[in-house]
């Protein structure tokens, strides 16, 4: 079966063994296929919720898992694609680190932290430790805004700095610090904020 030529609705339709119509007014009722992955209509069962919430988490680990050995310079849409499937929808703050060898080879994505909706406690010894532990000689950060807007805040410039100066003391580089809001992102190091 070639699954890119279907719908939709159509692949939807296989994953919840619905008939085609049932299935259009699910993802009719849910909004889009991006509503019906984060909050499904009520007229899902539980089951075929675990089944969507299965699609969407492998979703995210192909993404994650085509990252692993790339050139971050040279592959910025897939870490783009990976941070907004893993982080836009998301409605509490994940500081998460991307871990690069001194080629700038991705070695290993790790969420670190975990906040409230519009904050998350990062503290720059726990990133020296898990750098240290991944045998990393660089770093990019990324964190999302629930609230979708991309501005960093007081706060972001601050951690961003202390992270910084915490890393270069074991001669680890912070490349970027990366923001995730809805459908779009703040990347530090392109605002030359870094």
């Given at each position: ?74 592959s910025p849409q897939a870490v783009t694609d990976y941070l907004m499937a893993s982080l836009r929808d998301e409605k509490r703050e994940i500081f998460k680190v991307i871990f690069l060898d001194k080629s700038l080879r991705i070695l ?87």
């Amino acid at each position: 079966m070639e699954t890119e030529k279907l719908s939709d609705v159509e692949l939807v339709a296989i994953a919840l063994r619905k008939p085609i119509e049932r299935a259009a007014g699910i993802v009719r009722d849910s909004g889009s296929l991006r509503g019906l992955l984060n909050k499904p209509h009520e007229d899902v069962t539980e089951h075929e919720r675990e089944i969507l919430a299965a699609i969407k988490e492998l979703g995210r680990r192909y993404l994650k898992e085509a990252l692993i050995g790339q050139n971050f310079i040279r592959s910025p849409q897939a870490v783009t694609d990976y941070l907004m499937a893993s982080l836009r929808d998301e409605k509490r703050e994940i500081f998460k680190v991307i871990f690069l060898d001194k080629s700038l080879r991705i070695l290993t994505v790790r969420d670190l932290f975990f906040g409230t909706i519009d904050e998350a406690a990062v503290h720059p010894r726990e990133i020296v430790k898990a750098a240290l532990m991944a045998d990393a000689s660089n770093i990019v950060l990324c964190h999302n805004h629930p609230s979708g807007k991309i501005e960093p805040s007081r706060e972001d410039y601050e951690i961003t700095q202390k992270i910084k100066q915490a890393c270069a003391t074991v001669s680890v580089r912070v490349l970027d610090h990366i923001i995730i809001g809805e459908n779009q992102y703040f990347s530090f190091s392109e605002r030359n904020s870094l």
